[in-house]
């Protein structure tokens, strides 16, 4: 379909069992970057919370971009199912899946724009992806299952609570007995203070360093990000610091978990958009 | 499909030979999102029982082309008829539709125009549209407060007056919408053609009153009202979302009685 000048195209790929639908936008003069905008982890279409993510994809092919934006499996028109938002695994796969099918129309150099659980999935799938020439993240999580870790640092009143919610059947599903045995451990180990720092967000991040690949990670002011500081602390923001623009991370005035506001929708299109202007033309 | 506001976004399935076909008409705003996974699922129910299903974006709303600002209850209408209209052109014959809160007065209005042999499923029709956005902006404080934000004082109606535009919960509804909505009854929009009518209530408590379907009994209409136990807030995207199994299949079977049996 074509609104003005830009085109969009509902395309199915093969994702391991799945076809997972997705959305190209294409560039009335095409700059020959794609960016890749993998969402995170709810029931909400690829059009986003207020169309946020149909419209980022339409401004930035406005610029000369292409722009593809997918249903994760079980979600929107794409196979599979949803059961919960579960993040205990990133989603490579998927991410490698929609690249490969990129790669396959000669859209073979990609820019990631991503928020949340769709951040950390294009941190952990970022040294499979070829063609990878930046990356922008959105209020990610900067550990693994950083919920189930959060709510084990909670005091003695939360967990009481949790004790009052138990079922016996609930003790039936694995995921349920999967998600406390991870309480627990990550209890303990705060309680004994043998919990150890997880490096794989810093890690992945000084990876895409050292290929020259710039980043922008970008939080609200009222999201969660002490885990981001502290790796800031632990050598991230030298490392960050080091590489130079466009590389940089931005605190912005607002809470962008959720994009419940039109002002955390439009600080979304006011920072990526310039930082997309500004990366560096690719090498020969 | 192409409409004058743009092209719109839509799902169809077509099993084989299937004659039938259930138009989904969806909410706006944030209902649209928070109810969009049980909407797929009953396409999929529903297509797996040989069923033809067709959903779509509204223009301004989700994937669709168009603006916000242009939305109105008539443009609404006048999508869901274009879609109609495109699912007749694929060899559909035999209708049902599926509303879904703001989509049950767009499902209303649509199926006034057919014969009174179309089904109509209607999921927690506002009786008063406006509310809708009332309760979004209750919504919008209660969200603000736990942030651990000021309450804003200022009613929608004045934030709408003074800007010209209202924010509720990430979404920037218009005064055209807002119009549009003045004064609209379900009952009216569905007009005097009676039809079977089965309306679901998320969380309706036995023998409470219901003007809506009182409404719908007194004017002859045949109606199945069923209470589905679901406790949620609509404008949030939740995962309780999640949890309507019952509403699905309920709606489903329901549906799939009340169409002829696919070949």
């Known amino acids: 379909m074509t609104a003005g000048t830009i085109e969009e195209r509902l395309v199915f790929f093969p994702s391991g069992k799945n076809n997972l639908a997705g959305i190209l936008t294409v560039p009335e003069n095409p700059n020959g970057r794609t960016v890749l905008i993998p969402w995170g982890t709810s029931t909400a279409p690829s059009s986003g919370i207020n169309g946020v993510r149909a419209r980022l994809a339409r401004t930035v092919a406005d610029e000369g971009f292409h722009a593809f934006r997918f249903d994760w499996p079980g979600v929107g028109e794409s196979d599979g199912n949803y059961h919960a938002g579960e993040m205990s695994s990133p989603l490579i796969e998927e991410l490698e899946a929609a690249s490969t099918w990129l790669a396959s129309q000669g859209l073979d150099r990609i820019v990631i724009v991503a928020n949340c659980f769709g951040g950390w999935s294009a941190l952990m799938a970022a040294p499979k992806l070829a063609g990878l020439e930046g990356v922008a993240i959105v209020n990610p999580p900067v550990r693994r299952d950083h919920k189930q870790v959060r709510a084990a640092d909670q005091g003695w009143q939360w967990w009481l609570k949790r004790i009052k919610r138990f079922r016996l059947k609930k003790a039936r599903s694995a995921e349920y007995r999967a998600q406390s045995r991870k309480l627990l451990a990550a209890k303990g180990s705060s309680m004994a203070g043998t919990g150890s720092r997880d490096k794989r967000f810093s890690n992945a991040v000084g990876h895409l360093l050292d290929r020259g690949i710039p980043i922008l990670v970008i939080y609200g002011i009222h999201d969660f990000r002490a885990d981001f500081e502290s790796e800031l602390e632990h050598g991230l923001g030298a490392a960050m610091e080091h590489a130079g623009p466009p590389t940089r991370f931005v605190t912005v005035p607002v809470r962008l978990e959720g994009f419940a506001s039109l002002d955390s929708q439009a600080f979304l299109l006011g920072e990526v958009v310039p930082w997309l202007q500004s990366l560096p033309p690719p090498s020969a | 499909m192409a409409t004058p506001r743009g092209l719109l976004y839509s799902w169809t399935a077509r099993p084989p030979q299937a004659k039938s076909c259930v138009l989904v008409c969806s909410s706006v705003f944030g209902d649209f999102v928070a109810n969009y996974n049980r909407e797929r699922l009953i396409g999929r129910l529903l297509a797996s029982r040989g069923h033809g299903v067709m959903r779509f974006h509204y223009s301004g709303e989700g994937n669709s082309q168009g603006q916000r600002r242009d939305m109105t209850l008539p443009t609404l209408y006048d999508d869901a008829r274009a879609v109609l209209n495109h699912a007749e052109s694929l060899g559909f014959s035999q209708f049902a539709l599926l509303g879904t809160r703001v989509g049950a007065l767009v499902a209303a209005a649509t199926v006034s125009a057919m014969p009174s042999s179309v089904p109509l499923a209607v999921w927690e029709p506002p009786k008063d549209p406006l509310r809708f956005l009332a309760e979004a902006q209750r919504a919008n404080r209660m969200s603000r407060a736990a ?109 799939a009685a009340a169409l002829p049996e696919p070949a």
């Open chain 2, 147 to 255: 942030q651990g934000g000021g309450e804003n004082a200022v009613n929608w109606r004045q934030e709408l007056e003074q800007n010209g535009v209202v924010h509720l919960l990430g979404y920037d509804v218009y005064p055209a919408m807002v119009e549009s909505l003045e004064s609209v009854d379900f009952l009216t929009t569905l007009g005097p053609e009676t039809r079977n009518v089965m309306l679901a209530r998320f969380a309706a408590k036995e023998g409470a009153p219901d003007p809506i379907r009182d409404g719908l009994v007194d004017r002859g209409f045949n109606v199945q009202h069923d209470s589905y136990g679901l406790t949620e807030s609509w404008w949030f995207h939740s995962e309780k979302a999640l949890e309507s199994n019952n509403l699905i299949t309920g709606t489903v079977d329901w549906l």
